[in-house]
């Protein structure tokens, strides 16, 4: 199971990379959101996946350890997808308004605040 | 509790500027909340220079376990110049940000700023600072677009992309770390690793990670690209804190990192970073000189000396790290003061093209003045703060034998002098060019003098009262160099 995650996620980023070089500023934008996804597998798949009960332990029941999984990992990805969403809606935000203000989507014309 | 102050304060004003009040109270409150978040600050470094470190552990849980905020020596000293420089620049923003931009929340989102910069300098969590770091970029990204004029959204997008990506770097390396590890606070991370033994470089491919995402932040050679594509465009008060706060943030976690962390492994770190700040420093002065706009050519300039920190931080001595503390500090006071100049010129004369400018010193001496405290401070001429900075950091880097980066830096000052003086003759002393159509927008400017010129007054502070200063950055420095200090503190071991 984790090989084929850690295949996937591999995909992820190679499509996210993809993404990020296209010309297009609206593909740019899925691509970073393709990468955050990514990213978030990531720390999933290293926190370990096993398959077991839940991780809320009582004093006097003994578990095997090795068969709970770590929470922690998921409640940092669970902050990571919530910063990640207001990120992604402020990137649409500030996708849109350019797009009002000049009226194309070409990352070729974001040439004007380089420096030469 | 007093650490709680530094998030409180801003997220107060945050939560009250909801609240329909007239922009005159806004206008007041933001001030009194500044002032707040200053005497907080002067506070702590007089409870710090007693105690030495402050932990606190929200929700009650130990340290391991939950997240600690921990203040020691550097955290109070960078936390106090962020406040006085937040002063300053609410003062500023008072009279030369337009009333629109005023009106929709731009104290909201400077608070903003300053709760990420206030946060990352006490996170004693990965995690956490994390979490910091992007509060401080959501309130930035907003802050660069705010008002929506088209280089502004321009130079948005480039500064969006770019630090979105750091921050996929940080949260994957703190992933697979934590994979390893099994903690993310340091100071846990720092006793684990080193129990490891030579199994340590198992770790590397995490670490990369993490430090290029804090390289990003820090616009260090060579993921400084943002940098010099955006800071030019927004409202010149915001440049000049971005240019004051942001990239510090990130050559400060790059501190913490590697005297916590990356130590351990100094045989392969100290090369890398002792490279990437020499190569920093020369490409930032370098094409710093070949531009030929205000703020673009400051924007060269952090890249610069922020490779100057990186050193300190490389030669790893106690001299050397308390140089770069204090050259740290004083970059911020000095750039952004530059900046605020910029800010200045600009609402003054509508432009930033060095080309169209010229003669402002007859016009208005003593900005004139305030310009060249802060530039000459840059530069490292004495009496002023850079100065000392230059001056202890070169020092420790031929103590430590090495003659060749001493010797680069020392060169790249030179060029600083060269690009400040440019930047002098071609706005404050030159005639207006033939043919130019010169003109002056006239306004109450009084705050803004004020803002500015407490920022040259600490440049000015900095270098008369270096001693004590630099006396307190060696304390600084030997907490840092001397972890074990920190790790039983946080761990209560």
Redesign the interface.
């Given at each position: 199971m984790e090989l084929v995650l850690a295949i996937f996620i591999g995909l992820l980023y190679a499509c996210g990379v993809y993404l990020?070089l296209r010309r297009s500023?609206v593909k740019?934008i899925l691509g970073?959101f393709v990468?955050?996804n990514a990213?978030?597998l990531?720390?999933?798949?290293?926190?370990?996946i096993t398959r077991s009960g839940i991780s809320i332990l009582q004093d006097e029941v003994v578990v095997d350890k090795s068969n709970i999984t770590?929470p922690?990992?998921q409640a940092?990805i669970l902050?990571?997808i919530v910063?990640g969403l207001?990120?992604a809606a402020?990137?649409l935000a500030?996708?849109y308004?350019?797009y009002k203000?000049?009226g194309t989507d070409d990352l070729d014309r974001?040439k004007?605040?380089?420096?030469r | 509790m007093i650490l709680f102050g530094f998030i409180f304060f801003p997220l107060l004003y945050i939560i009250v500027g909801f609240f329909p009040f007239p922009l005159k109270w806004k206008k007041v409150l933001a001030l009194l909340t500044v002032g707040g978040n200053l005497v907080n600050a002067v506070n702590l470094i007089y409870k710090i220079s007693h105690v030495g470190m402050i932990k606190v552990s929200p929700g009650s849980w130990p340290a391991p376990f939950g997240i600690t905020l921990v203040a020691d020596r550097m955290s109070a000293f960078l936390l106090l110049i962020t406040a006085i420089v937040a002063v300053s620049i609410v003062l500023f923003s008072l009279q030369s940000v337009d009333r629109p931009r005023l009106e929709r929340g731009y104290f909201q989102f400077l608070f903003g700023i300053i709760i990420g910069v206030n946060g990352s300098f006490i996170a004693g969590d990965l995690f956490n600072l994390y979490v910091w770091f992007e509060v401080m970029l959501m309130a930035s990204f907003i802050l660069m677009s705010h008002g929506g004029e088209q280089p502004q959204l321009e130079g948005a997008i480039k500064y969006l992309i770019l630090n979105l990506i750091s921050s996929f770097f940080f949260v994957a390396g703190i992933g697979l770390l934590y994979g390893k590890m099994g903690t993310l606070n340091l100071a846990d991370l720092s006793n684990k690793i080193s129990q490891l033994g030579d199994a340590k470089v198992i770790l590397n491919p995490s670490l990369v990670l993490i430090v290029v995402g804090f390289a990003i932040k820090g616009a260090l050679f060579p993921f400084f690209f943002w940098l010099p594509a955006s800071y030019h465009t927004p409202v010149p008060v915001v440049s000049a804190l971005f240019a004051g706060l942001l990239t510090k943030v990130g050559i400060y976690s790059l501190i913490r990192f590697y005297t916590l962390i990356l130590y351990h492994n100094s045989a392969f770190w100290n090369p890398w970073i002792l490279g990437v700040g020499t190569v920093s420093m020369v490409i930032g002065v370098f094409t710093a000189s070949s531009q030929f706009d205000f703020r673009k050519k400051l924007s060269f300039h952090i890249i610069s000396q922020v490779g100057y920190v990186v050193i300190g931080l490389g030669f790893f001595t106690l001299s050397g790290l308390a140089g770069a503390l204090f050259f740290l500090g004083h970059n911020m006071f000095a750039k952004t003061n530059t900046y605020l100049v910029a800010g200045w010129v600009h609402k003054r004369k509508g432009t930033l093209d060095l080309k169209n400018l010229g003669d402002v010193f007859k016009e208005s001496p003593v900005w004139s003045v305030l310009f060249i405290i802060s530039a000459f401070s840059l530069a490292g001429l004495p009496p002023l703060s850079g100065f000392i900075g230059k001056y202890s950091l070169i020092k420790s880097g031929i103590e430590a034998h090495h003659l060749f980066i001493s010797l680069v830096a020392l060169f790249v000052g030179i060029f600083t002098l060269f690009s400040m003086l440019k930047i002098w003759i071609e706005v404050f002393w030159k005639p207006v060019k033939e043919g130019v159509k010169s003109f002056t927008i006239a306004g109450d400017e009084r705050l803004m003098v004020t803002a500015s010129g407490i920022l040259a007054l600490m440049s000015v502070l900095m270098g008369i009262f270096g001693v004590p200063i630099i006396d307190y950055c060696t304390e600084a420095a030997a907490d840092l160099l001397s972890p074990e200090k920190y790790i039983r503190f946080v761990l209560n071991v």
């Open positions: 990020l500023i740019l970073v990468l955050s990213t978030n990531v720390i999933f798949l290293a926190g370990g770590d922690l990992p940092l902050t990571a910063i207001g990120i402020y990137t500030l996708k308004k350019y203000v000049t974001l004007n605040t380089d420096q | -």
